[in-house]
């Protein structure tokens, strides 16, 4: 099983950057790819953007697409998301997850380690 655990998230005006990280621990070499999903207050749970191990396929959201990058250090384990121009509408808790099988990016349930999250709040 891997662990994994959130940092970075807090408090930007609109416009602004943020970038969280995501450690990972535990059986990291059965990683086949992560991702970042977020849940906005009163929504359901969304894909943002998801990578793979090697890092040679990443895929981003359409509402994020240009904005948000995600990328990772195999050698520090950790995954990322650099956050631009962010919206009020981004607001969310922002997790991380890893899967161990092959699959689409976007189906949520196929990832099987999830971290507790991380809130960012983008005020207007």
């Known amino acids: 099983q891997v662990q994994v655990e959130e940092s970075g998230g807090g408090l930007v005006q609109a416009g602004g950057s943020l970038r969280l990280s995501c450690a990972a621990s535990?059986?990291?070499?059965?990683?086949?790819?992560m991702a970042w999903s977020r849940q906005a207050p009163g929504k359901e749970r969304e894909f943002v953007a998801g990578?793979?191990?090697?890092?040679?396929?990443?895929y981003h959201a359409e509402s994020v697409k240009g904005r948000f990058s995600i990328s990772g250090d195999n050698a520090k384990n950790t995954l990322y998301l650099q956050m631009n121009s962010l919206r009020p509408e981004d607001t969310a808790v922002y997790s991380c997850?890893?899967?161990?099988?092959?699959?689409?990016?976007?189906?949520?349930?196929?990832?099987?380690?999830w971290g507790q999250g991380t809130q960012d709040t983008v005020s207007s």
């Open positions: 997850a890893a899967r161990s099988t092959g699959g689409s990016w976007s189906q949520l349930k196929g990832y099987n380690s």
């Open positions: 535990g059986r990291t070499f059965s990683t086949y790819a």
């Open positions: 990578i793979s191990r090697t890092g040679e396929m990443s």
